[in-house]
């Protein structure tokens, strides 16, 4: 069956704007997972969802970040007045249930540019 | 804090040579000890992981590592790397469901 995907594959925006990053999980996974990846550096933890809530948001960096699931299945991770430092992979996984012993799978990421 | 750290950032290898990228944890609690891989232009796969039971773990492709709770590693082994195994290799630990990485170690495989 089909992956995780995220669209778009890359994203270059101006410093102040607001953007959107999305995420469809694999059909039927109802935890899924942000991540950001800068260069040379590990993934680090934004927001997971269970379901339609947000199990834990204590990764998003401030208060310009917010991610949305309102049915359960698709999410999308907003990001309002981009900063240059935003720029990064944005990483979606998703698993059949959220918990230590349930494998995350993830997209192949969003790269997002602010000029 | 509990954090994962990969000693080494790039470690250059011959093909055929034997291969070991090392992770150390700090953490309080029980560990859920994964390695993750990044192929050129591709998105994270799960290599192997710990969860409990035997302390060494297998993957399909002759990569194996080792829980040692003593030492705080999980360290990744090959014995004869190939070219397709270049790639980036991250250590992780699920902490209440979420994961946190390392730093990630970078393979290359030379011939």
């Known amino acids: 069956g089909a992956g995780v995907s995220q669209t778009p594959s890359n994203k270059v925006t101006e410093k102040g704007k607001y953007v959107e990053l999305r995420c469809d999980p694999i059909?039927?996974?109802?935890?899924l997972y942000w991540y950001r990846q800068s260069l040379g550096q590990g993934p680090e933890f934004l927001i997971y969802f269970q379901g339609t809530g947000a199990a834990d948001d204590s990764g998003l960096p401030n208060d310009r970040f917010f991610a949305v699931r309102p049915e359960g299945s698709v999410s999308t991770l907003k990001i309002q007045r981009t900063e240059r430092g935003d720029s990064a992979m944005y990483l979606c996984?998703?698993?059949?249930?959220?918990?230590?012993?349930?494998?995350?799978?993830f997209g192949p990421g969003t790269r997002l540019t602010v000029l | 804090a509990q954090s994962v750290t990969q000693l080494d950032s790039q470690v250059p290898v011959f093909e055929e040579a034997p291969v070991e990228l090392r992770c150390n944890y700090s953490s309080s609690v029980s560990v859920y000890l994964f390695w993750y891989v990044q192929y050129p232009n591709q998105g994270l796969q799960l290599l192997l992981k710990?969860?409990?039971?035997?302390?060494l773990v297998e993957s399909i492709n002759g990569f194996e590592a080792e829980f040692n709770k003593s030492q705080t590693s999980f360290h990744l082994r090959k014995p004869s790397v190939h070219i397709s195994d270049t790639a980036e290799y991250f250590c992780a630990f699920n902490q209440g469901g979420k994961l946190i990485f390392g730093q990630g170690t970078e393979l290359s495989v030379k011939p």
């Open positions: 996984a998703s698993s059949t249930t959220s918990g230590i012993y349930n494998e995350q799978f």
């Open positions: 059909s039927g996974h109802t935890a």
């Open positions: 710990y969860l409990s039971g035997s302390t």
